[in-house]
């Protein structure tokens, strides 16, 4: 039970820190005057609270159903973005039934484009590439990072995924961040 209360205490976390993220993205669309797509964003924030308060007491889901959920926050942010942010997501293997903890990987995407949206340049490409070894599921995010970056957000997001993953797996996960060449970030 206190292994539950846990778990909820660190997921809880994470809604207002994407609710946040969310809220700013349509507000800016608002500033820029572009209603349609303030409207789209809205209905967007809509289906993925949705699927917040479907899966409030589930720790886990399908694989699927998180990627659907990460297309709805990134549908957003490409309509603030528009151009600067380039999105590619790969799944090889068997997939179908794979669970991950809920929100999970949409906070190392949102953390991505949180942090790709400070590029000095016009391109932010992120690759999600998600693959099924068997035993093992691999999951590689790689991204571009700013040269210079003041943007220092809470920090929430990493330690967070760190610690469910850490109460759901022991010492069975890893989670690795490495910076690359050219200015990406995996």
Same mark, same amino acid.
């Given at each position: ?14 809604? &207002?820190?994407?609710? %946040?993220?969310?809220? /700013? ?13 303030? !409207? ?16 409030? +007491? ?10 659907? %959920? ?5 549908? !957003?942010? @490409?309509?603030?973005?528009? @151009?600067?942010?380039?999105? @590619? ?9 794979c669970e991950i903890p809920f929100m999970l ?5 949102? /953390? ?12 932010n490409q992120l690759t999600l590439d998600i693959? +099924?070894? $068997?035993?093992?599921?691999?999951? @590689?995010? !790689? +991204?571009?990072? &700013?040269?210079k970056c003041d943007h220092q957000g809470f $920090? !929430? $997001? ?11 797996? $022991?010492?069975? %996960? ?7 060449? +050219?200015?990406? %970030?995996?």
């Amino acid at each position: 039970q206190l292994l539950q209360v846990e778990l909820q205490s660190l997921k809880s976390q994470l809604n &207002p820190h994407f609710l %946040f993220n969310t809220l /700013n993205t349509i507000a800016s669309l608002i500033r820029l005057d572009d209603k349609s797509k303030a !409207i789209k964003a809205l209905s967007e924030l809509s289906l993925m609270l949705r699927k917040v308060l479907e899966n409030q +007491n589930n720790q886990l889901i399908t694989l699927q159903q998180e990627i659907d %959920f990460i297309q709805s926050y990134l549908t !957003i942010q @490409k309509m603030r973005f528009e @151009k600067k942010l380039v999105t @590619k997501v790969n799944i090889n293997g068997d997939t179908e039934h794979c669970e991950i903890p809920f929100m999970l990987l949409q906070t190392l995407v949102e /953390n991505a484009v949180q942090h790709g949206s400070q590029l000095e340049s016009n391109k932010n490409q992120l690759t999600l590439d998600i693959v +099924n070894n $068997g035993d093992r599921l691999s999951i @590689k995010l !790689i +991204n571009k990072v &700013p040269e210079k970056c003041d943007h220092q957000g809470f $920090g !929430i $997001g990493l330690k967070n995924c760190r610690q469910r993953m850490n109460k759901l797996y $022991g010492n069975n %996960f890893s989670l690795n961040l490495n910076e690359l060449d +050219n200015g990406y %970030f995996e």
